[in-house]
């Protein structure tokens, strides 16, 4: 899906839209030419996990997509456009840029997924306190983070 250089794509969401014309604006800039390849495989590969994580519990969607949005916003409009066009991926990526919400069940399985790490490594190695410790403090600022986002996107008032 080629979309012009000042375009807006319209999903099906309830008075919500994606508009492309702040890339022309982007504070990073498109990547320098050698770095742009590896940009764009970069991309794909986080959209390829984001779509084993739609079908495989335990594997996060959206932080693989928002990393491929950021890849291709440097590297190649085309593929940008073409995942916030996306139907599945694009409302996602769009709830993060536009209103950095983050759905309960990603929030649930996301601090889920961090707790049960760090569980894991406790109960592999019982004589080392150091590991997780260091884990659940790093782990710790992240769960914070995720769990104080918005969950629903903010209805405008009319």
Request: glycine share 6%; net charge positive; hydrophobic share 55%.
């Amino acid at each position: 899906m080629i979309i012009p250089r000042f375009s807006t794509i319209y999903l099906g969401m309830k008075q919500d839209r994606i508009n492309l014309d702040y890339l022309d604006n982007c504070p990073v800039g498109e990547a320098k030419p050698w770095l742009r390849s590896v940009l764009i495989t970069v991309g794909w590969l986080c959209v390829a996990m984001g779509a084993i994580g739609v079908v495989t519990p335990g594997l996060p969607t959206t932080i693989f997509l928002i990393m491929a949005a950021w890849a291709f916003a440097r590297s190649s409009r085309r593929f940008h456009a073409w995942l916030y066009g996306h139907k599945l991926f694009g409302p996602l990526v769009s709830n993060w840029e536009n209103h950095r919400v983050i759905p309960v069940k990603a929030k649930i399985l996301a601090v889920s997924m961090m707790t049960l790490s760090v569980i894991i490594v406790m109960a592999m190695f019982p004589e080392n306190w150091l590991l997780p410790a260091i884990m659940a403090a790093v782990m710790m600022p992240a769960a914070i983070y995720i769990a104080t986002r918005e969950s629903q996107v903010p209805v405008k008032a009319s």
